[in-house]
């Protein structure tokens, strides 16, 4: 259930950078609502690039700015690139 880990990956990583309770985010809420800034946003992604051996292109990080969104994103692009190596 990659897209439920990745949900709760970002969850704990936003509410450390955030400085904020992770029970307290909302996942549907804009990154930035959360006070996420752009240079934490990119950290995320070289995080979850890694953990899940995944490319994220800026532009595909630009239409999907809430919690949800990106772990389906994450999701499915991990799924991918499970597919492609088998």
């Not at 950078?17 to 029970?23: A, D, G, M, V």
């Not at 800034?37 to 992604?45: E, K, M, T």
């Not at 630009?62 to 492609?84: D, L, Y």
Request: charged content about 30%.
């Amino acid at each position: 259930m990659i897209e439920a880990d990745v949900r709760e990956q970002l969850k704990r990583e936003i509410a450390e950078k955030c400085e904020i309770s992770s029970e307290s985010i909302d996942e549907n809420a804009l990154l930035p609502d959360l006070g996420l800034d752009s240079l934490q946003a990119l950290q995320l992604v070289v995080l979850l690039e890694k953990t899940y051996h995944i490319s994220i292109a800026d532009d595909d990080l630009q239409h999907f700015q809430t919690i949800n969104k990106i772990a389906e994103f994450v999701s499915m692009k991990a799924s991918e690139a499970t597919a492609a190596a088998s």
